[in-house]
C-alpha cells in the first residue's frame, strides 16, 4: 500500500483542531499537513497556510508533499454564514468545487466532505430522519452542504473519485472551540456550568436537536476513510446520530453534577435555524455500510465533558487558554 500523506483544510476549526491530532497519532507527523486561512493552533505537526480559494497555492501544496488523501474542513457554519450569504456560499462551495476539481487532477486517492443536519428543513420529517427525505434548508450553509453532497455524489459516479460523507450533528467537545454554529451553545454551556457562571441560552429550552461527543465524531470519521471502497454505498452522505436533547434536558443533566448551576432562555435568529432543522436522526444507513456504532450517550458525554473540563481550567493558569468565551 502506498503510503498515506494527508492534508486538511481548517485544522484550526473545532473538528479540525481534534481530527489533526488523532491523525497525526495513526499516521505520524511526518505525514499529515494541516492547513488554515488562519495562524497555526497546532502544537505539533506540518501547517501551511492555506486559503481555499486559492488554486494555484492549493495545488502546489498537493503536489509538493505528494498528497493521497484530503479531508477538506474548512467553511463557515450555519449562524455566522448568515452574515454574508455570497461570501458563505463563495468560501464554502467554490472552495468544495475546487477541491473536487484538485482531487480528480491530482488522483487523489480519498477525499472527505463534512456535510451537516443544516441540509435538513421545514419539510424534512423531524423524528427518526432517515437518509433520503426532503432537503430543502433555510440557511446558505445548508444549502452549500446540500449542493456538496450532490458535487461529491457526481464526482464520484462520473469520475470515479473516492469521496466520503458524513452529515454530521451538532458536536460536542473539551478539546476546542466551535464558532459561528447554531448548536455551539451545547459547548458554551459547559464551560460557563464549570466556571459557576449564569448561562444565557440563545435557543428556547425545548429546542430538540441531534448531537454527538467529538470522540464518537472523530472514530466515525476515521471508521469511515478506512472502509473498504466498496462498502461505502452512498456516495453524497451518510445520516449519523447518537443522541438528542434540548437546553432543558441538558441544564437538568448538568445539574446533577452542578447543582448551584442556573441559566435563562434568551433566544434570538438562531432559534429559527434550529426550528428548522429535525430533532432525531435514523442513521441504520451507516450502521449497515459501515458498522458505525456510537460509544458515549447522553449521561456518560454529559459526565465526561464535566470532568475533563474541572481538569483543564485546574490546569490553566490563565483560565481565557481554556475558555476562549467567557
Ligand atoms: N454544528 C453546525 C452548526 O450549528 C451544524 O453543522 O452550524
Known sequence: MQKQKILITGS?????????????????LDNVILTDIAENNHKNGIFEK???????????????????????????LSASGE?????????????????????KANNIEKLFFPSSIAVFGNTTPKEYTEQDVPLVPDTVYGIGKVAGELWCNYYAKRYGL??????????????????????????????????????SCFLE????????YMEDAINATIQLMQAPSENIKLRYSYNLGAFSFS????????????PEFEIEYKPDFRQNIADSWVKRIDDSRARK??????????????????????????IASNKEQVGLII
Open 247 to 258: 437546553p432543558e434536558e441538558i441544564y437538568n443533566e448538568i445539574l446533577k453534577h452542578i
Open 12 to 28: 484550526n476549526g473545532q473538528i479540525g483542531t481534534v481530527l489533526g491530532n488523532k491523525l497525526i497519532d495513526i499516521y505520524g
Open 50 to 76: 492555506l486559503d481555499i480559494l486559492n488554486i494555484p497555492h492549493f495545488k502546489e501544496l498537493i503536489k509538493d508533499y505528494k498528497i493521497t488523501q484530503i479531508f477538506h474542513l474548512a467553511s463557515l
Open 162 to 199: 473516492d469521496v466520503r460523507s458524513l452529515r454530521y450533528p451538532g458536536i460536542i467537545s473539551y478539546e476546542s472551540m466551535p464558532g459561528g454554529g447554531t448548536t455551539d451553545y451545547a459547548v458554551e454551556i459547559f464551560h460557563y456550568a464549570v466556571k459557576n457562571k449564569k448561562y
Open 205 to 212: 429550552k425545548d429546542t430538540v436537536l441531534p448531537m454527538m
Open 289 to 314: 455500510d459501515w458498522g458505525w456504532k456510537p460509544k458515549y450517550n447522553f449521561e456518560n458525554m454529559v459526565e465526561d465533558m464535566i470532568l475533563n473540563l474541572k481538569k483543564l481550567y485546574k
Open 83 to 103: 452574515r454574508n450569504p455570497m461570501r458563505t456560499w463563495n468560501i464554502n462551495f467554490n472552495g468544495l468545487l475546487n477541491i473536487l476539481d484538485l482531487s
